[in-house]
């Protein structure tokens, strides 16, 4: 029986960051793997700093201090900007994961739909969905405050 | 069901368990100008006194520890997931997972601490 090896990963990183001929939703791939491991870099950072809270109110406002500016504004806009969009990308994955976004299968009889055609319209809607957020939380940031 | 499958599931689910709790949380502390929800003390919501009314309820308690433990699941087995891609050896797959999981349990166990005695600080406050 002929055993699958496997396909070695020979692209590595750079197999993420080029789509090369793949679509719009290989950028997603790339920018939904982009924004989740900068989310967990921030999230790590964040259980260090808010654990403060447990020690004393002169402790958490000492953390506080020292996480405040305009710097730290913007970074945590663009924090919330991420998770705006691995919010709304990973509920289009969810869907596609279940089989509930990817159309009934058909007979492939020219001129048919691919699977991606039938797709596309939930990744613009997921984006569309990104964009409200990161706006409502632009204003939130930026104007509000 | 394979071990990588039933991994995957729960990651999945994480995601889920994510998007329920990380939005809250985001709604609270992010888009409080427009939404102004679970700020009792008024101001910011990083401002000591809601910090103290937050810590205060046993459903931010037990929400934030349950967003703990899917979040670092879910970041770290997706940080696997992406470095297993790479095709290290198999010692050194092995070596990553390890390492991840102590990871994932030094943060949990701070993370879970924090939220428990803020909870009983903000209690007898």
Do not use: C
């Amino acid at each position: 029986m002929l055993e699958s090896k496997g396909r070695p990963n020979r692209l590595g990183l750079w197999g993420w960051l080029g789509g090369g001929r793949w679509g719009y939703e290989r950028y997603l791939y790339t920018l939904h793997r982009l924004t989740g491991l900068g989310l967990l870099a921030y999230f790590l950072l964040h259980i260090i700093v808010t654990s403060s809270r447990a020690i004393s109110p002169e402790a958490w406002k000492a953390a506080m201090d020292r996480v405040t500016g305009p710097l730290f504004t913007v970074g945590e806009y663009l924090v919330f900007a991420a998770f705006a969009f691995h919010a709304a990308n990973g509920i289009r994955l969810v869907l596609i994961e279940l089989g509930w976004a990817v159309g009934k299968p058909i007979e492939p009889v020219f001129p048919y739909r691919t699977s991606v055609d039938v797709q596309r319209p939930l990744a613009i809607g997921a984006m569309i969905l990104a964009a409200i957020v990161m706006v409502l939380g632009g204003l939130d940031f930026f104007v509000l405050h | 069901m394979m071990r990588d499958a039933k991994l995957w599931t729960w990651h999945v689910l994480a995601g889920v368990v994510i998007l329920v709790f990380l939005g809250l949380h985001m709604a609270i502390m992010h888009m409080d100008a427009i939404l102004g929800i679970f700020n009792p003390a008024g101001g910011h919501p990083v401002d000591w006194g809601n910090v103290v009314e937050r810590g205060k309820s046993v459903f931010f308690t037990v929400t934030y520890v349950i967003l703990l433990g899917a979040a670092l699941f879910h970041g770290l087995y997706g940080l696997r997931n992406i470095l297993l891609e790479l095709n290290p050896p198999d010692w050194l797959g092995k070596a990553i997972g390890i390492v991840l999981l102590l990871v994932g349990l030094g943060f949990f166990a701070l993370g879970a601490w924090a939220a428990v005695a803020a909870h009983t600080l903000a209690t007898s406050l």
